[in-house]
Structures are given as structure tokens and as C-alpha cells.
């Protein structure tokens, strides 16, 4: 059991957090049902994304023997049998989906989804360039959206026009790093990253990471919530900048999850970003 649920990779299942995003912007952060419901959205987004990481697994088995790194993964290293995993993995999908219809039809529909281009993804969709990190960037939006559809909110342009940029940044940013850390082991090389050069990525990181900030200025500037996100701005500014000073300067080689419980600096940024969002949306609002 232990090695399974290592092979379910519990340190990635942080981005499933980005499903609180409409709880928070929503206004219903402190009603307690849809607090219940959200943490019953996180649950089955990281059985999903947990079964997931092992059929891939399964499916990159040889190449993942090859990579000094995932070479140390429980089915790579023999500690989990391929049939074992597999076995278990399906199950836990199908009853993660047959209990995302508790939390309405819509929701299920989207963790459906999900789970079904993981799936493409791992067996075709990570082989095409510019598909693989817009597939990345997808599943970041599928998780805002399933926790917005999970509490019967209605999803606005704006949230999904953060989190499309924003996901693209870190996708492309890992992509940089990737090629940058494989230029010191050329036997660790991955089929996709040969298609990307340096030059291609940093431009469209460029690009990626001026749209999530421009998009998250005109969120709050125009989006009708509350004028006062404006003052977060900053915060948000210093995150992405921050962001690329590790993988453009430090060009620290970790994944973006490792970065947020790593460095310091973009924790606290995180932290006092949240707590302001918090502050403004909520004060006066709760006696």
C-alpha cells in the first residue's frame, strides 16, 4: 500500500487546490456546506489525478527505467507490480466517477473529462508540440471549473482567463527547465523536448506570462468584484517575476510544485496574496 500510494504521487497534488479558486472569488468561503462540497471535489480530483500518474507510469515503464530520477519510481524500481497498480488505479477511477455524481451531473461530466485527457494525453497527446503543454494548461481550467460547477456557481471569463495563462506560464516554465537539466544528461532525453528550443520557449513564456498578468490586472479592474483587488497587483507581479528569476536566473531544475514548497520567497507571496484576497472579499461581510 505504501508504494502505491507513492506511485499516486501525493507532492503533485497540490494543484488540485486550484479548485478552491470559485469558493474563495464566489464570496462563499465561509459557508460551511460549500466548504464540505470543495473539499469533497479536492478528494476525487486527487484520486483521479493519483490513478492517472500510474497508468502513465505503466505506459513510460521502459523510458521511465532509462531516467536516472524516475527510474527511482515504485514501478520503475519494481517496488509496485505493473498489474497491482494498474489493477487498483481503475478501480479507484471508476469509483471517483461514480461518486462525482453525488456533487451534481455537471461536475462529473468535468472529472470526466479530466481523467480522459490524462489518458490521451499519456498515450499520444504529450508527443505533440504546443499540444502538451495547452493539454497541461487544460487541466489546471477543468479543476477551477469542476470546483465552480461543484458549489453551483457560475463560471466568468475572467477566472478561466487567469488560469489558462497562469498554467501555460508554469507549463512552458518546466518545459525550459526540463531542457535545461536534460543538457547535462543527454540520455535523459524525452521525445517532445527535442521539438522545443530555449529561444521558442523563453518567447512564448514571454508571451504566457504578460497575458496572466495583464489578464489578472483587467480582473480586477473591470470584472465587478470588489475595486480594492486591485492592491493585490503587486503580488502577483512579484509571483510571476519571482518565478522566472529561479528558472531564468537560478535556472533551478525542480517542478513548480517543488518551487512553491521550496522557496520561501514565493510562499510568502502566495500567503499574503491569499490573505488579501481573503481581507477584501470578506471583511464587513462576516460579523
Known amino acids: 500500500m505504501k508504494y502505491f500510494i507513492k506511485a499516486m504521487r501525493p507532492n503533485q497534488w497540490i494543484k488540485n487546490f486550484f479548485i478552491f479558486a470559485g469558493l474563495i472569488f464566489s464570496g462563499n468561503l465561509f459557508n460551511v456546506d460549500l466548504v464540505i462540497r470543495s473539499i469533497g471535489v479536492l478528494f476525487l480530483f486527487c484520486l483521479v489525478a493519483g490513478s492517472s500518474y500510474i497508468i502513465n507510469d505503466v505506459l513510460d515503464l521502459e523510458s521511465d527505467r532509462k531516467h536516472k530520477e524516475k527510474a527511482q519510481r515504485p514501478l520503475a524500481a519494481g517496488q509496485l507490480k505493473v498489474s497491482h ?13 461514480a461518486t462525482s455524481f453525488v456533487l451534481g451531473f455537471n461536475f462529473a461530466m468535468v472529472l ?12 499520444y497527446l504529450k508527443k505533440l508540440v504546443i499540444i502538451d503543454v495547452l493539454v497541461i494548461s487544460l487541466g489546471f481550467v477543468l479543476r477551477v471549473l469542476g470546483g465552480i460547477l461543484a458549489i453551483g456557481a457560475v463560471p466568468t471569463p475572467w ?8 498554467s501555460l506560464f508554469i507549463a512552458l516554465c518546466k518545459r525550459k527547465q526540463e531542457i535545461v537539466f536534460l543538457e547535462k544528461d543527454t540520455s535523459l532525453h524525452r521525445g517532445i523536448l527535442k521539438k522545443y528550443t530555449l529561444t521558442y520557449l523563453d518567447q512564448l513564456i514571454n508571451f504566457s506570462s504578460t497575458a496572466t498578468v495583464f489578464s489578472y490586472v483587467m480582473f480586477t479592474a473591470i470584472s465587478g468584484r470588489n475595486i480594492n483587488l486591485m492592491y493585490t497587483i ?23 510544485t517543488d518551487a512553491l514548497m521550496q522557496d520561501q520567497p514565493l510562499q510568502r507571496t502566495v500567503i499574503i496574496w491569499l490573505f488579501s484576497i481573503i481581507l477584501i472579499l470578506y471583511l464587513g461581510h462576516v460579523q
Open 159 to 166: 477566472i478561466i482567463m487567469c488560469t489558462i495563462f497562469l
Open 85 to 97: 497498480g494498474l489493477t487498483g488505479a481503475v478501480i479507484i477511477v471508476l469509483v471517483a466517477i
Open 234 to 256: 503587486p503580488f502577483v507581479l512579484y509571483g510571476v517575476m519571482r518565478y522566472m528569476y529561479l528558472v531564468f536566473v537560478e535556472k533551478k531544475t525542480f517542478s513548480p
Open 112 to 123: 470526466i473529462t479530466y481523467f480522459l485527457m490524462n489518458l490521451l494525453y499519456s498515450l
